[in-house]
């Protein structure tokens, strides 16, 4: 089981965005994606979640196929945008229970709410409104995982949340990899990169992260001409 | 399916007083509506008093006769009463049928069988009075018949018999008469402008009801929340299409109970071809607001482009203005005015086929990802 990515091209009109990228993850692994604003980092999680399409090259999970085993890897993959996709008007339960009748896989109740607790998000019963934007990121996970996927696609999950949660967040992506999964998240903060990933992909086009990366004890795993 | 139902539940319940409100405007507003509208009819009513100073079947009939004149409201009052009440004005006119009104016509008497008063705000005193006249002359005429026959016959028929007789003659000419106007003036009798009056309001209710609560499709196309169905069971657009279904069917269910209530209340025959007209009407109601949302961000654009749909639909509608010369004059206004085949119990709706196509298309035309 793996995700290889090769040659993969991606550009808005004009704009190019990535060319001939290749990587590939293995189980268990957390990669972190780094690069400047701007880099494609949302593009390229969002080309693997498959909300997007890409120009060329070719994507395979599990040895199934992106462009013929569209259905198939669906159930496979979990996505947490960048943006909240969360109901505001709903209390945390209502938004497991809504998104889990959508899913794959029937959780029951209990299930839904052990999802959540893994997270230190305790706040079942209250509406997402009066949540605090920690609290809002759990959620957003959490219900991307409902329905286990074996890769896990995080858009700066950790973004603007305070130190506690963010190691929560950080222990708990652990333990999904420990159970074989693979991560590959984004974020901008050195330090949890550094105590969270295995290795560390680096696009866009600013060679200043390139730099630092370089440098640092993190292998990389990719670098775009 | 179970499981769209039970997502639709969960985000139906948050707002389920406004939800329910507008789910059940059809049937409410409708009643109240046709209640003003009868209310107002009544008091437009001219009161009318008629004192019976005598209790024979005769004076009965005349009463009957009169109380069932379209546009009068009738009191029994006392004489004493009357005149007074006809002096405040609280009524138009008054009518006295006299103590021996029956023997005196049975004697062929013509002279003195009713006192009417008026005074100077009276309006329906003369069409009134004229009527009664008439109408006392019929009795007469009956009365000189009977003495005809039992002359004839010898004493063997009874003056019940008789005129029991005559009145079953003048009942058959007068269906027979009722049957021709029908078909001649197609829709003009009173019966069935009530009927029309009331599916054309319904239809305007849930018109209403329909577009407004399709405004779920705009609250749920948050982009975010889009890009999870790409790695859910349900793609947007089946998404889309389920939650499309299962809101026909709870309109189409309205739709029942609309006709359920209508029969209690207003003893609407409910006929198959009613029913599947009021389906009909509202799955092309909502695939049409399907298609509208669908095009929307803002839900407050929507809102205001439904009111102005909504204008648009109740000036050809005929509900307020009567279109039928309008109509007359340019036909295509029933084919693409949902409510025509609605009131006509149309089998076929052309607009269903236009918007189910519409849909479908627009359906696989999406492309969210
Ligand atoms: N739908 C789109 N159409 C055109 N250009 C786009 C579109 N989405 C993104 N872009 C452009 O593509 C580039 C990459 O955007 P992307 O959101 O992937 O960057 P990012 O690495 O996630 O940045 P950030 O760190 O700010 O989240 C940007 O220059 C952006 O303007
Ligand atoms: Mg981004």
Redesign the interface.
Known sequence: MMLIVEKLSKSYGKNMIFDNLSFNVHPGEIVGLVGENGAGKSTLLSILAMVQKADAGTITLNHQCYQTDKKELRRQIGFVPQDLAIWEQLSVKENMQFFAQLSWVKKDMAELKELCLQMQLEKWDEPVKSLSGGMKRKLNIAISLIHDPHLLLLDEPTAGIDLKSRTEIGRYLKQLASQGKMIIYTSHDMDELRSLCDRVLCIGKDPFYKNIFHESPIPFLAIPD | MI??I??RW??WK?HWLANSLFLFLPVVATIITMTLFTNIQEDSKVPIAIVKKEDSPMADSLYEAAADLPYIRLFNLSEKEALIKLERHELDSVFVIDSGFAEKIKSGARNRLITGYSNHGSFAYTPIKEMLVSYVQTLTAQAKTYYTVDQMAGGKWTWEEVTEKISDIQTEQQLLETTFHLNSIAGNATNEERNRNLWEIWGYFMFISIFFLFDWQIKEK????L????????SYQQ?VFFHTAVYTFMFVSICLLSAAMFHMLYEEKITFSLLWSMVMYTITLSLAASILSAVYRSVYVYYWTVLLISGVYLITSGVIIPTDGIVSAYPVISLVHPVYPLVQEKYFHPLVILFLGLFLVTQRKQKY?
């Open positions: 499981s769209i039970k997502s969960i985000l948050k948050k982009t975010a929340i890009s999870r169905y790409a790695m859910m069971k349900y998404y990802f």
